[in-house]
């Protein structure tokens, strides 16, 4: 038996308040009959089966998130070195080029000044 799907806006005020008291029973006598089997009431879902990891899975997970976490230290994979890594020394510009690049940055500027005038 085929019904035709009805737009909730063609239905009167009388005819929503029936259909929300049918939904009302509906939901009334669903609880009852988990109730009976014992399954439960509360929730009008059905019951869903947790998931479980296997434990050679979970160490597997763990292995990889170790890894993960030991490559982001900055460490090997496998052990972590006593010795901090030490950090790069800053290259400092000599005085001479650091003469060169203002010269080059104020001849491109009074140049690009001179052309918007």
């Known amino acids: 038996m085929f019904i035709d799907p009805m737009n909730l806006l063609d ?3 009388n005819e929503l308040k029936r259909a929300a008291a049918i939904k009302e029973r509906i939901e009334d006598l669903n609880k009852e009959l988990r109730a009976i089997l014992g399954a439960s009431g509360d929730s009008g879902a059905t019951l869903k089966r947790k998931r479980t990891v296997s434990t050679s899975v979970k160490k597997k997970i763990a292995a990889a998130q170790k890894a993960r976490w030991a490559t982001l230290r900055g460490a090997s994979p496998a052990t972590r070195s006593v010795k901090p890594v030490t950090k790069p020394k800053k290259k400092r510009m000599s005085p001479r080029a650091r003469a060169k690049l203002s010269a080059k940055l104020k ?5 690009k000044k001179a052309g918007k005038k």
């Open 107 to 111: 001849a491109y500027w009074a140049a």
């Open 11 to 13: 239905l009167t005020i």
